[in-house]
């Protein structure tokens, strides 16, 4: 897995996805796992991961990750987050959401990325193409440990976030960590990949992360949902215990 991750550019890798994700989710049919994005039982999920593989990490039909299904879960917690009239920014969008979202007719979706062919918006997240103030719901997700000036990426996202607006922006975080570390004189990719857990990562976040949100203006909730869930929840979903979500709003 760590190979191919490394060998194959991230646009080629999601257009292939995209073509064998309906037999991977035949292949993979079982009982013991559940991805409540789609709701299809699994008999297992895949290790993932650069420096260290995590078990049970990747769903083989939808190819979402721990942080994914999390997220799901989170946004359906409380009600039915379709039935939401919205005008919604996705930062480098997922495939396991892409499809989804582009479905919820009361949502004015648009998303946005450098590169990615599923991005509607080809744009710099430090630099949005966008007005103030004229979006009601932002999602990041693993987006900030790859820019280099992410409190500038921050600002933009504050920027374009319409008051009592919702930001999501999920980050790698290490909750032993205070302050985030950061080592540009690391340049080789193993060792960058050693230190920050991935050869294309610029940092690891400390818990001075929700500083730097503050710092740009938000406010902010450290939600664990893991925490109203069962044990046997978070296995069958494939969670990481305890694993917070960053939610920030004006």
């Avoid at 049919?29 to 420096?51: E, R, V």
């Avoid at 994914?68 to 039915?80: A, D, P, T």
Wanted: charged residues 25%; hydrophobic residues 40%.
């Amino acid at each position: 897995m760590k190979l191919i991750l490394k060998i194959f550019p991230r646009v080629f890798l999601i257009n292939l996805s995209i073509f064998f994700q309906p037999l991977l989710s035949i292949i993979f049919k079982g009982s013991k796992f559940t991805d409540p994005i789609n709701g299809k039982k699994y008999s297992h999920f895949l290790s993932y991961g650069y420096n260290k593989l995590r078990p049970n990490a990747l769903c083989p039909g939808t190819l979402s990750l721990e942080r994914h299904r999390l997220l799901w879960l989170y946004l359906n917690s409380n009600s039915k987050i379709e039935n939401q009239k919205l005008k919604v920014l996705h930062v480098a969008p997922e495939q396991v959401f892409f499809k989804k979202f582009k479905k919820f007719n009361s949502w004015t979706y648009t998303t946005t990325d450098l590169n990615s062919p599923l991005a509607d918006v080809k744009a710099n997240l430090c630099n949005l193409p966008f007005k103030d103030e004229c979006f009601d719901l932002i999602l990041c997700n693993h987006v900030l440990e790859h820019i280099v000036d992410d409190i500038k990426a921050m600002e933009e996202i504050y920027r374009v976030l319409k008051p009592k607006g919702k930001a999501i922006i999920q980050v790698p975080l290490n909750k032993k960590k205070k302050i985030s570390y950061e080592n540009y004189d690391i340049t080789d990719p193993k060792e960058r990949s050693f230190h920050f857990g991935q050869y294309d990562h610029v940092r690891i976040y400390g818990m001075d992360f929700f500083e730097r949100l503050s710092s740009v203006g938000f406010k902010y909730e450290k939600v664990d949902f893991t925490s109203t869930l069962t044990d046997e929840e978070i296995i069958k979903y494939g969670l990481i215990k305890g694993e917070l979500i960053p939610v920030g709003w004006k």
